[in-house]
């Protein structure tokens, strides 16, 4: 592994200039291509010195070989040549994108003689027009079966179509009409022409056109009494609100637009594109991407437009850009965009209206899909095995830890501390043997997860041996323990503290959140009990370090590693359920303080909660003030102000 210094460049080496790099290993292959407007300042943060660099940036700049750069003349072209060396290159450093499937789309084949619809998965056919993408197949079939009541184009193969125009009898679509085409003999090829511009119109946003238009026919025809006509114009109504219902109108109908909805953690992120057109939700995709170094959110979006723009066709780069965040170089990729669509194009974040609503929805949308992407690495059997092969080989361990068990302290300003136990076995959840710990005293968080750990370490014997009484050795009278479970609702459960609470059998490997403070004090949990032949590690969230009892520098593991992403569900996990405990514990707290005010009931300690915000700010109101809530009279107030100031 190069040392950084054995071919740092020299700053005056380096020019100011606007222009492109890339970090090189020993063998030549690209690690890393970024851009910059002016390399020398932008290169001089990757030869910082080395304990400053976030660990993956360490990482890289370690493997590098070398480094080179292209001087380029405008920031535009930078973006345009970092695109191109990142599609050609691939480098392992860069964000790896991942689609969650390959959409179908709906195609219009324009360059035949009788254009035909048809469901592609396929972006390249020559002269196509696209709509989409679709979630699924079916949808696009259902939007084509209406459509084409209203707008009859070609349905057939190319085989069926050069029969039928050969022999002159209507293709089999034709005959069962399904196939408005030439083929069917009904039109003419010009005429065809002219109803494929029509359907085309339509999906690119012209709706109320032609609803204006079949509405006046099917009054005229009512008028002359054609019902006939009158009917096949109002079925065609029908079949084009079926259509418009299938994509509410959710901007201005003269609106063109692309959203991004985008949600990240440390290691990935979930994108969700809304295609909108005509003010309408025309097509949504969705992406994850592997975040292989730590970059800004700005940095995040500025990479997801380039990919989405990179290969796409002028038609299909809209008039705006919705992000929720503007890149550090909104301007160079409003300019890369104009060039390429040859009209204006703006970026823009979406603050407030029926945008920051749609961006809303586009946000959950990804948290969703990100929480479901980590949720399926998990819980996939293949990716469960490399999680626990690799855990094992990156601790040491002589087994794979089938059952893993992790730590969380959290609290209040110093007060409230709670802990929490999640359970993992074989890579998946266990919710029935989570427990959570209410810690009476201490001093910092490593005295609250000691503790918490030399009561969980007291049962590990007891519990393998015999279950036993609450009397028996291993829980004190100043210990607090509540035993809790999950429900269907996700929520914790306090079950009775009369019976210790029992855990399962011994873990292979404890996890703890925090870095080397926190390994330490569950080390030291862990001989003090007798049982250092379990496994221990922490995991520290602002560089997901992995760190090891009496280690001076932590194990790094990929981003990628399927090992990593167990550890991090394990530690938001615990987390999540420490937060959940906490915040029961401090409503039951609240609750149990107000209740002992005589006359003092639930609706009026919700009242009062209602509009104090807090039991703080109700405790430094006045009795004055707390008269102001409706219920509350003068003597009440006095006694809630009096309990409050005693307690």
């Not at 860069?94 to 324009?110: G, I, M």
């Not at 626990?388 to 002589?398: H, P, R, V």
């Not at 292979?508 to 009990?529: H, I, S, Y």
Request: proline share 5%; hydrophobic share 40%.
């Amino acid at each position: 592994m190069a040392s950084p210094l054995s071919y740092r460049p020299k700053p005056g080496e380096i020019p100011t200039d606007p222009g492109v790099y890339r970090f090189r290993d020993a063998d030549g292959r690209v690690l890393y291509v970024g851009k910059a407007k002016n390399l020398r300042a932008r290169l001089s943060n990757y030869f910082a010195p080395l304990h400053t660099l976030h660990e993956r940036t360490r990482r890289m700049v370690t493997t590098a070989a070398s480094v080179e750069w292209t001087v380029v003349a405008t920031d535009v072209d930078s973006l345009q040549l970092e695109y191109m060396w990142i599609q050609e290159f691939s480098p392992p450093f860069n964000v790896r994108y991942k689609d969650d499937k390959s959409y179908p789309y709906l195609a219009v084949t324009l360059a035949d003689e009788a254009p035909r619809v048809i469901v592609t998965r396929n972006r390249k056919i020559p002269g196509a027009k696209y709509f989409g993408p679709y979630p699924k197949v079916w949808a696009v079939h259902d939007t084509i079966d209406l459509m084409i009541k209203v707008f009859p184009i070609r349905t057939c193969s190319d085989a069926s179509y050069k029969k039928a125009m050969a022999t002159g009898r209507p293709c089999f679509p034709g005959q069962i009409g399904r196939c408005g085409g030439p083929c069917s003999m009904k039109v003419t090829i010009e005429e065809h022409r002219a109803i494929v511009e029509d359907f085309i119109a339509f999906l690119s946003g012209g709706d109320q056109r032609f609803t204006r238009e079949l509405t006046a026919r099917m009054r005229e025809a009512a008028a002359a009494l054609d019902y006939e006509s009158a009917a096949v114009y109002r079925d065609k109504l029908t079949a084009i609100d079926a259509v418009l219902n299938k994509s509410a109108l959710v901007l201005a109908s003269d609106t063109d637009a692309d959203l991004f909805g985008v949600a990240e953690d440390e290691l990935s992120a979930a994108v969700q594109h809304f295609v909108v057109r005509g003010g309408r939700v025309r097509g949504v995709r969705a992406m994850t991407i592997d975040k292989e170094l730590d970059i800004t959110s700005a940095e995040l979006i500025d990479q997801v437009l380039q990919r989405t723009y990179g290969d796409a066709v002028a038609a299909d780069i809209p008039r705006q850009v919705l992000v929720p965040r503007l890149p550090d170089d909104a301007t160079e990729l409003e300019a890369w965009l104009q060039a390429r669509r040859g009209k204006r194009v703006s970026i823009q974040v979406a603050q407030r209206g029926r945008k920051a609503e749609l961006m809303k929805t586009a946000m959950l949308n990804a948290q969703q899909a990100l929480m479901l992407h980590k949720t399926r690495r998990t819980s996939d059997y293949t990716a469960r095995t490399r999680a626990l092969t690799d855990l094992q080989e990156a601790l040491g361990m002589t087994e794979a830890p089938l059952r893993i068990e992790c730590f969380d302290v959290s609290h209040l300003s110093g007060t409230n501390v709670v802990a929490s136990m999640v359970v993992f076995e074989d890579g998946l959840a266990r919710k029935d043997q989570y427990r959570s710990f209410s810690v009476a005293e201490t001093t910092d968080d490593t005295d609250s997860l000691y503790q918490v750990l030399r009561r969980r370490l007291a049962h590990v014997d007891s519990d393998e041996a015999a279950e036993t009484d609450v009397g028996d050795a291993g829980v004190t009278g100043d210990e607090v323990v509540t035993d809790s479970t999950v429900d269907s609702d996700d929520e914790a459960l306090v079950v009775t503290a009369r019976k210790r609470p029992r855990f399962a059998y011994r873990p292979q490997l404890l996890v703890v959140d925090g870095g080397k403070p926190q390994v330490e004090a569950a080390a030291r949990a862990l001989r003090d009990a007798g049982h250092e032949e379990i496994a221990l590690c922490g995991i520290a969230k602002r560089l997901e370090e992995v760190w090891l009892p009496g280690e001076d520098f932590p194990v790094i593991l990929p981003r990628t590693s399927e090992a990593l992403y167990l550890l991090q569900r394990l530690r938001d996990e615990a987390h999540r359920f420490a937060i959940t405990h906490q915040r029961k514990r401090r409503k039951r707290d609240i609750s149990s303080v107000l209740s002992e005010v005589p006359g003092l009931g639930d609706a009026r300690i919700k009242a009062l909660l209602r509009h104090f915000g807090s039991v703080s700010a109700l405790r430094a109101a006045p009795p004055e003030e707390i008269t102001q809530v409706p219920g509350v009279g003068p003597a009440l107030a006095a006694a809630v102000h009096a309990h409050l100031s005693a307690s």
